[in-house]
């Protein structure tokens, strides 16, 4: 594994952006920074060996701090939303910005997403760390985060993340990639095919937030569970894609224990044969049809990114978990270990 490391720019605090390349025997290659522990690139070959670039980016290093997509980055302390930007613990209610309409989404517009996270090389990996005090966003007790990315001669994208407090806090994190298996200037991936193990899923307000209920995918559109096309429902008479104006919606993975990795899903590409499986440990999962990317910075080709030209899925806890006792916890106690995985493997179909 070779791992180049280069300044990418400066802030005007002095702060240095780098850009950090893993490139594996293959010539396979992933580049992160260390805004927002963010992936910029993965470079991975089509069924012919043809390499291309199937993650969204900007242009631009700029352009990673306080965007509404969130392009790439690592986002925390809570992921997905926060009903009204509240919630109690151990009797003492907490209020957070309100950054989503009338709710909190992502951590807030000064969480992990938006931060310079620390980083370093160990050996054939990239660590990224970062220190969240007391009080940040309004979160209590204070954490330390690391984001640790893997990448491997099978072309497997791997990202660990631990955390550990010194009280009782909350905690959600995941990763918010956008992927396009076709190369991220190729156009919409409505086209691409998508099977997701999980037979429920969690329905949701015109807000996005979320009412508690557990529902059966079976009957609707949200049914992953043979792979069929991001376009084939889109546009279906269904009040939560209407809400969304596409898939903005989480699911629960089917068969889910505590630390037991396992693979939720996989997004192919029959155009280019590009497939990528997702694995996690995490109990759900966010569909993100790209339905707001327009308008967004400038892309890495030179052009901004129009709605549906990428797809993130984010593997994650319950959103609004805090607020909903039937939904797995989030809280994390002092001093216990917080360690959840997620990874991305690029093969191609036969």
């Known amino acids: 594994m070779e791992i180049e490391q280069n300044v990418w720019g400066f802030t005007p605090e002095g702060e240095a952006i780098i850009l950090y390349t893993m490139r594996n025997s293959r010539g396979a290659s992933v580049q992160l920074t260390n ?5 910029v690139s993965v470079q991975v070959p089509d069924r012919d060996g043809t390499l291309a670039d199937v993650v969204l980016g900007y242009k631009e290093w700029k352009s990673y701090f306080g965007d509404g997509p969130h392009m790439g980055k690592c986002v925390g302390r809570f992921a997905n939303r926060i009903r009204e930007g509240r919630f109690t613990l151990d009797g003492k209610e907490y209020r957070l910005p309100r950054n989503d309409g009338p709710n909190h989404l992502h951590g807030g517009p000064g969480g992990f997403a938006n931060k310079i996270w620390a980083s370093r090389v160990e050996t054939d990996r990239v660590v990224f760390s970062l220190v969240s005090p007391d009080g940040d966003q309004g979160y209590p007790a204070e954490v330390g985060v690391e984001a640790v990315y893997d990448w491997n001669d099978d ?3 791997e990202l660990t993340f631990y955390a550990k407090s010194d009280a009782p806090t909350v905690l959600n994190l995941t990763n918010h990639t ?3 298996l076709a190369g991220e200037h190729s156009g919409s991936v409505l086209g691409h095919t998508l099977q997701l193990k999980a037979s429920k899923w969690l329905p949701a307000d015109k807000a996005l937030i979320f009412t508690g209920e557990i529902a059966p995918v079976e009957g609707t559109p949200m049914d992953f569970r043979t792979a069929k096309t991001l376009g084939r429902d889109i546009e279906a008479d269904f009040e939560p894609l209407k809400n969304a104006r596409g898939y ?3 699911w629960v993975v089917d ?8 693979q939720v899903g996989t997004l192919a590409d029959p155009v280019s044969g590009r497939v990528m499986e997702i ?10 049809t790209g339905n707001w990317l327009a308008g967004s910075p ?3 080709s030179g ?3 129009e709605d549906h030209e990428g797809v993130a899925i984010e593997c994650q806890g319950y959103p609004d978990s805090v607020n909903h006792p039937e939904f797995v916890p989030a809280r994390l106690e002092g001093g216990e270990l917080y360690s959840e995985k997620i990874i991305y493997k690029f093969t191609t179909l036969s």
Request: hydrophobic share 30%; charged share 20%; with cysteine.
């Open 303 to 305: 052009r901004g990114y």
């Open 35 to 39: 805004i927002g522990a963010s992936v």
């Open 279 to 288: 694995h996690t440990t995490q109990p759900a999962l966010q569909l993100y």
């Open 255 to 262: 068969g889910w224990k505590k630390g037991e990795l396992q």
């Open 248 to 250: 903005d919606a989480s």
């Open 155 to 157: 072309c497997e994208l």
């Open 178 to 180: 956008y992927f396009n």
């Open 298 to 300: 400038e892309g890495k």
